[in-house]
């Protein structure tokens, strides 16, 4: 039995994998992006507690979350990228997490 094509239907699958990781990971940038831009667009208004005063809409905490962990997301994900690729997804990243927090500190000032 010939096993020298193994090496390469080896190579072949993990090339596949790491497209579709980096997939992923740029899929989690652009929900960060989204959560960051909903953030800094449209701030969450205040509710009314019932008894005369307000207290945080606990939509803008989920949004916050959800920006910070797709940005984290899409940083490690980034590593599977190729070359320019993954170094802009990495750094795309980490700007996106500071854009997130950004977004939710202006809206406590």
Do not use: Y
């Not at 899929?27 to 800094?40: E, H, K, R, T």
């Not at 509710?47 to 920006?67: H, I, W």
């Not at 797709?70 to 590593?79: E, K, Q, Y």
């Amino acid at each position: 039995m010939n096993t020298s094509h193994e090496p390469l239907k080896n190579r072949t699958a993990d090339k596949k994998w790491r497209t579709i990781l980096f997939s992923i990971g740029v899929f989690a940038a652009l929900l960060s992006a989204a959560a960051g831009v909903c953030s800094w667009v449209n701030p969450f208004p205040l509710l009314s507690d019932g008894q005369g005063g307000f207290r945080l809409n606990p939509l803008e905490g989920q949004a916050l979350v959800a920006g910070l962990l797709a940005g984290f997301v899409s940083m490690i994900l980034g590593v599977f990228g190729k070359r320019v690729g993954r170094v802009l997804l990495i750094v795309i990243g980490l700007l996106l997490i500071v854009f997130n927090l950004l977004g939710w500190l202006g809206n406590h000032r």
